[in-house]
């Protein structure tokens, strides 16, 4: 599978921010919808803070917390999870997380499709001025490739044929998640994986 992502100084980009948490004012949102029901999770099987790049708490999680995976990892990879906000989704490292999932299990084979977070306006250039089409929340289709580059006020988006009548590239406004007293890049699109058979 390939990913192709634009990171600033580590796994995301991370800026400090001041505040109380949250998810930019919209309340809590729901991690694991039915909307996307047959997706692989990771559920925590003990209580466990997930730090930030400022070594602060990002997230508290709770024994019996599930999440959506966003990556199983590999040998040179750690797995990650998903966190959903109402403004996108970003990645957080499981890094020594105490967390139980089939998809992680040795010899399991995945299948990846990219899903939507939002419903989200995709546009013909970086100018945001022009729309392509609107892609619906929860919508998913199959993909082995996603990626996305930083561009002013929004991101460079490539869906690998997935949505849009097969639209390779286009772009996207930004988006920013609040975790904890810091903003990470959101982007309204991730892969998703299940469980191959």
């Known amino acids: 599978m390939n990913r192709v992502r ?3 100084g580590g796994c995301a980009v991370l800026l400090c921010a001041c505040g109380d948490g ?3 004012g919209g309340g809590e949102v729901e991690q ?3 909307s996307l029901a047959g997706f692989c999770t990771v559920t925590f099987t003990a209580d466990h803070d997930i730090m930030d790049h400022f070594g602060e708490v990002a997230l508290h999680a709770v024994a019996g917390d599930s ?3 966003a990556d199983p990892g590999s040998d040179q990879d ?4 998903l966190y959903r906000s109402n403004d996108g989704v970003t ?3 499981l890094y020594e997380a105490p967390v139980d999932s089939p998809c992680l299990a040795e010899g399991v084979t995945l299948t990846a499709e990219l899903t939507a977070f939002a419903d989200v306006e995709v546009f013909a250039d970086g100018t945001f001025s022009s729309v392509i089409c609107t892609i619906e929340q929860f919508a998913h289709a199959p993909s082995d490739s996603f ?3 930083y561009v002013d006020g929004g991101y460079q988006i490539f869906l690998g044929g997935a ?4 639209l390779n590239e286009a772009y996207v406004r930004q988006s920013m998640v609040t975790l904890g007293n810091a903003q990470y890049v959101g982007v309204p699109f991730a892969q998703l994986y299940k469980l191959a058979g």
Do not use: K, N
Request: proline fraction near 4%; hydrophobic fraction near 40%; include cysteine.
């Open 78 to 81: 750690l797995p990650t999870m």
């Open 6 to 8: 634009a990171f600033v």
């Open 91 to 93: 990645e957080l490292d």
């Open 163 to 166: 949505f849009c009548d097969g």
């Open 22 to 24: 949250g998810d930019g």
């Open 67 to 69: 999440y959506l995976l």
């Open 147 to 149: 990626g996305y580059g």
């Open 32 to 34: 694991v919808v039915d």
